[in-house]
């Protein structure tokens, strides 16, 4: 079973549409989520970054986080065609400095909002 | 403005050769990180450096040496042991004092000829 488990979709939503992006994961050891979005041959940018269970909100994006089933969700309100693009969840256990401390990602979905 | 900067954006490299990708940041991060990214495989760490000269092996560091000679700066040379280069390659960093992520450059691809 692979750490992170991320659909690759392509998933194909017409603009205004809410998406729901997910990921799974099985080390419970993980506390820090983040999603990045990136766009074709560009370097990933953090889009939103929770600690441990609970909601975050910034503007149309909403991160959810659920310790306990070990799943994320990022959703995007009011879906726009500039929100085409690949999305990464990534997920850390250890706070800066800790061994080897490098993000688990996910290979990321691939989003297209048809206008 | 402060960020992260690699170049060149595309490389070409003939079979046997060896190249360097730069990787420089002004953010005053101490860890350092590259990433290789291949369609459909996600992000693969090749090394990592948390403090000046200082730097270890990640996931898939065969073919790879990297340096950590200035907090700014960490080149990854690719080189003619690594049999198959062709990919998107990421450099990140992240400062221990802040949250707990990682701020990614623009990218570099590499084509072998």
């Known amino acids: 079973q692979k750490e992170v488990e991320q659909d690759p979709g392509p998933l194909s939503v017409p603009e205004g549409a809410i998406v729901s992006l997910n990921c799974t994961y099985s080390?419970?050891?993980?506390?820090?989520f983040m999603w990045y979005r990136q766009y074709s041959r560009k370097g990933p940018e953090l889009l939103m970054y929770?600690?441990?269970?609970g909601n975050k909100e910034d503007g149309r994006f909403t991160a959810q986080v659920d310790k306990s089933s070990k799943y994320i969700s990022l959703f995007i309100r009011d879906s726009q065609p500039s929100d085409s693009a690949t999305y990464l969840c990534?997920?850390?256990?250890?706070?800066?400095?800790?061994?080897?401390?490098?993000?688990?990602f996910g290979k990321g979905t691939h989003l297209i909002i048809q206008p | 403005d402060g960020g992260i900067t690699q170049s060149p954006k595309y490389l070409f490299r003939k079979e046997g050769q060896n190249v360097t990708l730069s990787c420089e940041q002004n953010?005053?991060?101490?860890?350092m990180y590259w990433y290789r990214q291949d369609p459909g495989q996600g992000l693969r760490l090749i090394y990592y450096?948390?403090?000046?000269?200082?730097?270890q092996k990640g996931d898939i560091a065969e073919g790879y040496s990297v340096s950590r000679e200035k907090k700014e700066s960490f080149p990854l040379t690719v080189t003619s042991a690594q049999k198959n280069p062709t990919a998107f390659y990421l450099c990140?960093?992240?400062?221990?004092?802040?949250?707990?992520?990682?701020?990614f450059g623009p990218g570099t691809r590499l084509t072998v000829l």
């Open positions: 990534a997920m850390s256990a250890m706070y800066s400095g800790g061994g080897a401390d490098g993000l688990t």
């Open positions: 990140a960093s992240r400062s221990r004092g802040e949250r707990d992520t990682q701020y």
């Open positions: 080390n419970s050891a993980f506390q820090y």
């Open positions: 953010l005053n991060h101490d860890a």
């Open positions: 929770t600690y441990s269970s």
């Open positions: 450096s948390q403090i000046v000269n200082d730097f």
